[in-house]
């Protein structure tokens, strides 16, 4: 009985501490890491995000090799040709959803890209050119 | 060399070894899109490793059928306090751990390979977490395989290592096996090469063609669209 009362709590709260999430989510917390990385933090830049995107950043991929230089259409694997779904929100609703997804796959694609994690401010550059993207350029 | 008996046949040594091989190589690739066609093809390997381990231990010599192994959990108590006094027993094939560990090793090997190949034909984001988890866990068991191993030889004085590569144990070991299948062990390595050279070929190629393509482009998927 005495473990009644923490198991309803943790089935209680453990949906929650796994909900979906949506990209405004993603931004505040690149923007906070942002921040205490650098006081001086002035805000995410849709046109610096999309310049990191579609540019080469020293090595010979940029993010834009595998996912298009507009990514609210589909983009092909430079080395295995699978299909890539769309990577902006407007064109995807899945993408900036979960968490762990988006840290798994923004620790293992800028190692691919710049050979090292992104900054925080690299992050949210590239999420609001992202999120500013419309849907309409599908396809 | 003459008071040595063969234990292992070749087929299984090569088992053994590109298993270990291949999971290892799918473990250092794992992180990586630039190595993502690698990684599928020790994935490809090490799926064919196990297949061949299955049929193995039905048609296998002696010590590696699957009925040589018998679960035992009195023994296998046995066998881990002898251990942890330093007094390990000596075995000619499998010990009882070992026949716990292998229908472990196989079975979570059959659900890494499986899941990865779903998780390539991209048939949903669950298999990709199935994935990974099962590798992780199969990575947990391989930890504790090779420490149980280093720490059996070193307590018992006996090498259980090398004979992995030779074949061979000390004849007081007791009973060995007539062949080393060395047919068999071409049929693998036969198999091995079909895989990967024409594996390793395709990516050269692909790798040219994406390169032939970023130049045309006139540099690395760099845009200037005035949108």
Same mark, same amino acid.
């Given at each position: ?8 709590? +943790? ?6 501490? +796994? ?14 890491? +942002?921040?205490? +990385?650098?006081? !001086?933090?002035?805000?995410? !830049?849709?046109?610096?995000?999309? #310049? ?27 080395? #295995? ?10 064109? /995807?609703?899945?993408?900036? #959803? ?12 800028? /190692? ?28 | ?6 234990? @292992? ?46 049929? @193995? ?171």
């Amino acid at each position: 009985m005495r473990f009644a009362i923490p198991l309803a709590a +943790a089935l209680a709260l453990g949906p929650m501490t +796994a909900r979906a999430e949506r990209p405004a989510d993603f931004e505040a917390r690149f923007a906070q890491e +942002a921040r205490r +990385a650098d006081p !001086s933090f002035a805000g995410f !830049s849709a046109a610096r995000g999309r #310049t990191f995107f579609t540019t080469r950043q020293g090595g010979d991929w940029s993010c834009s090799t595998c996912h298009g230089d507009v990514p609210t259409a589909i983009g092909e694997h430079a080395v #295995t040709g699978k299909r890539i779904e769309p990577l902006a929100p407007a064109a /995807n609703p899945e993408r900036f #959803t979960k968490p762990a997804s988006v840290e798994k796959w923004f620790k293992r694609n800028c /190692n691919d890209v710049v050979k090292r994690a992104c900054t925080a401010q690299e992050k949210g550059d590239v999420l609001a050119w992202l999120m500013a993207l419309p849907a309409k350029e599908t396809r | 060399m003459n008071d040595r008996v063969l234990v @292992w046949d070749l087929p299984l040594r090569i088992f053994h070894w590109v298993l270990a091989a291949s999971f290892a190589g799918a473990f250092l690739t794992a992180e990586s899109e630039r190595l993502r066609d690698v990684h599928v093809l020790c994935g490809y390997t090490f799926a064919g490793a196990i297949a061949f381990r299955v049929v @193995w231990g039905f048609a296998g010599t002696r010590h590696a059928r699957f009925s040589a192994l018998r679960f035992r959990p009195a023994a296998i108590l046995r066998e881990l306090q002898a251990l942890v006094r330093g007094r390990p027993q000596r075995h000619v094939g499998h010990g009882p751990i070992g026949a716990v560990m292998i229908p472990l090793l196989l079975g979570l090997g059959a659900v890494v390979a499986a899941s990865g190949w779903a998780t390539y034909a991209q048939a949903g984001e669950w298999l990709e977490e199935l994935h990974e988890g099962a590798a992780v866990a199969m990575l947990v068991v391989v930890i504790g395989h090779v420490v149980g191993v280093v720490a059996t030889s070193v307590l018992s004085r006996e090498n259980l290592v090398v004979p992995l590569l030779t074949g061979r144990k000390p004849r007081a070991a007791g009973g060995g096996i007539a062949s080393s299948r060395p047919l068999v062990a071409l049929l693998l390595l036969a198999a091995l090469a079909a895989l990967w050279v024409p594996g390793l070929a395709a990516r050269d190629e692909r790798l040219a063609e994406r390169r032939a393509h970023v130049a045309e482009l006139g540099g690395g998927g760099r845009s200037h669209h005035g949108d």
